[in-house]
């Protein structure tokens, strides 16, 4: 194995002969193995072992042989401790979804401080294999179908070609010590189940089950190409709008395609979504209806769907004392000028009558209740009635911020329009500017 593992690095992976990386190690078996294989090849790297604190002295036994080990391999090692079962009840996930999280957030941190260009783990052929076989399992479309990606991101996964038995082989022939954990013995985990009582069977019924399933993946990438060629040509047609965490899609474009609902899923999948039903309704729901991903929101507008991330905080109000000259705001910066002439109005320019202010004055979101007497128009107007008849976007309304004086009286709806009773008009004596740049 060594000198197939010495190829494949210096033929796939020849950065890793040039960067510092850290190598993630349980104990077991497969990063054992590669913490060796690496060992072997003079590579720079460093040992991370996360103790999860969920199997008592076993845990604490792992991350004493981790030290060992790389005391005698003469290789740093970082430990992380975790109270996995409180992060799990809290953020109410699995066990295992809680393990990974913690995982690699803290593999990244470790990176990112200690500037290692890559994170490496023992990911292997059976690996990979248990992980298509589980997403067939659940459900999946071709990305599901493709496994464990060798690289994808900063993550590396040099093992991928490798059988559990050649590891095995060469744990053997070199006497390697490396723990075995107790919990992958239980059939309740889904993995340990394929482990243990499907993958046997089926590599009874056909031993070149990796080797044939190593050439299908080769086959479901080239595929995988055409999908990514046709769904780009496809993107210039039905997304009307990138940019600023939006992107805005075309109905009447994407509903002239052949199987509209693989193109969706094929656009859509990499923002979290899984309600694929809902999705496929909003075509033809009202507008203003949407589907929620847990970092993503799908919204019908019209003839479009307007797919926007969700803001993680709402922004402060912002105070505006008489002296500022600049606002720096979420949606850029305002700029006050004062005795200023009238000129040509547009948008996102307030011409106002400064005697009628009370400083400070106030930048905030509008929110409900809400109302103001617009420039132009006879009476009062809620501002959501003012933002529906202006014909706005559900997330384009979430975005209209509000310049308030008086305590809470709104002199303008910034990009809108001005409140009439703070207009300057010719006659005004002192005019201030506001131009949002």
């Given at each position: 194995?060594?000198?197939?593992?010495?190829?494949?690095?210096?033929?796939?992976?020849?950065?890793?002969?040039?960067?510092?990386?850290?190598?993630?190690?349980?104990?077991?078996?497969?990063?054992?193995?590669?913490?060796?294989?690496?060992?072997?090849?003079?590579?720079?790297?460093?040992?991370?072992?996360?103790?999860?604190?969920?199997?008592?002295?076993?845990?604490?036994?792992?991350?004493?042989?981790?030290?060992?080990?790389?005391?005698?391999?003469?290789?740093p090692v970082h430990v992380k401790k975790f109270e996995t079962l409180q992060y799990a009840k809290e953020y109410k996930m699995s066990v295992q979804m809680a393990a990974r999280s913690l995982r690699y957030s803290w593999f990244n941190d470790l990176a990112e401080g200690n500037k290692f260009k890559y994170i490496v783990t023992a990911h292997h052929?059976?690996?990979?294999?248990?992980?298509?076989?589980?997403?067939?399992?659940?459900?999946?479309?071709?990305?599901?179908?493709?496994?464990?990606?060798?690289?994808?991101?900063?993550?590396?996964?040099?093992?991928?070609?490798?059988?559990?038995?050649?590891?095995?082989?060469?744990?053997?022939?070199?006497?390697?010590?490396?723990?075995?954990?107790?919990?992958?013995?239980?059939?309740?985990?889904?993995?340990?189940?394929?482990?243990?009582?499907?993958?046997?069977?089926?590599?009874?019924?056909?031993?070149?089950?990796?080797?044939?399933?190593?050439?299908?993946?080769?086959?479901?990438?080239?595929?995988?190409?055409?999908?990514?060629?046709?769904?780009?040509?496809?993107?210039?047609?039905?997304?009307?709008?990138?940019?600023?965490?939006?992107?805005?899609?075309?109905?009447?474009?994407?509903?002239?395609?052949?199987?509209?609902?693989?193109?969706?899923?094929?656009?859509?999948?990499?923002?979290?979504?899984?309600?694929?039903?809902?999705?496929?309704?909003?075509?033809?729901?009202?507008?203003?209806?949407?589907?929620?991903?847990?970092?993503?929101?799908?919204?019908?507008?019209?003839?479009?769907?307007?797919?926007?991330?969700?803001?993680?905080?709402?922004?402060?109000?912002?105070?505006?004392?008489?002296?500022?000259?600049?606002?720096?705001?979420?949606?850029?910066?305002?700029?006050?000028?004062?005795?200023?002439?009238?000129?040509?109005?547009?948008?996102?320019?307030?011409?106002?009558?400064?005697?009628?202010?009370?400083?400070?004055?106030?930048?905030?979101?509008?929110?409900?209740?809400?109302?103001?007497?617009?420039?132009?128009?006879?009476?009062?107007?809620?501002?959501?009635?003012?933002?529906?008849?202006?014909?706005?976007?559900?997330?384009?309304?979430?975005?209209?911020?509000?310049?308030?004086?008086?305590?809470?009286?709104?002199?303008?709806?910034?990009?809108?329009?001005?409140?009439?009773?703070?207009?300057?008009?010719?006659?005004?004596?002192?005019?201030?500017?506001?131009?949002?740049?």
């Open positions: 194995m060594n000198n197939f593992f010495e190829h494949h690095i210096k033929k796939n992976f020849p950065f890793l002969l040039r960067e510092k990386f850290v190598l993630a190690i349980s104990g077991g078996i497969d990063s054992v193995a590669l913490a060796y294989l690496c060992h072997q090849m003079k590579m720079n790297f460093e040992l991370a072992h996360c103790n999860f604190n969920l199997r008592g002295q076993e845990s604490d036994d792992d991350e004493a042989f981790i030290e060992q080990l790389g005391s005698n391999l003469s290789i052929a059976d690996d990979n294999f248990e992980t298509f076989l589980i997403n067939l399992f659940r459900g999946t479309g071709l990305d599901g179908l493709l496994g464990i990606p060798e690289v994808n991101d900063n993550i590396v996964r040099p093992l991928l070609p490798f059988k559990r038995e050649a590891i095995e082989k060469f744990a053997e022939n070199f006497n390697l010590q490396w723990r075995e954990d107790s919990s992958n013995t239980s059939t309740k985990y889904v993995r340990n189940k394929i482990r243990q009582e499907v993958l046997p069977i089926l590599k009874k019924i056909n031993p070149q089950l990796l080797e044939n399933f190593e050439r299908t993946q080769t086959y479901l990438k080239q595929t995988k190409s055409i999908v990514d060629d046709r769904l780009n040509d496809v993107s210039h047609t039905v997304i009307q709008q990138k940019g600023n965490d939006k992107l805005i899609f075309d109905i009447v474009a994407l509903q002239k395609l052949d199987n509209t609902s693989a193109y969706l899923y094929e656009l859509l999948h990499d923002y979290g979504f899984t309600q694929w039903d809902a999705i496929l309704n909003l075509l033809t729901a009202q507008s203003g209806k949407y589907v929620y991903s847990h970092s993503h929101r799908l919204i019908k507008d019209r003839n479009f769907l307007i797919l926007q991330k969700i803001k993680e905080s709402i922004n402060p109000p912002i105070l505006i004392t008489q002296s500022e000259k600049c606002i720096s705001t979420p949606f850029g910066s305002i700029e006050i000028n004062r005795n200023v002439r009238l000129s040509k109005v547009v948008k996102s320019v307030a011409y106002l009558d400064e005697s009628t202010l009370t400083y400070p004055l106030t930048l905030r979101a509008w929110q409900q209740g809400d109302f103001f007497y617009p420039y132009g128009m006879v009476g009062k107007k809620k501002i959501s009635k003012f933002l529906k008849d202006e014909k706005l976007s559900l997330s384009d309304k979430e975005e209209v911020w509000l310049l308030c004086a008086n305590d809470n009286d709104i002199v303008w709806v910034l990009n809108h329009r001005i409140d009439k009773r703070f207009a300057a008009c010719s006659s005004t004596k002192k005019i201030i500017k506001f131009e949002i740049k």
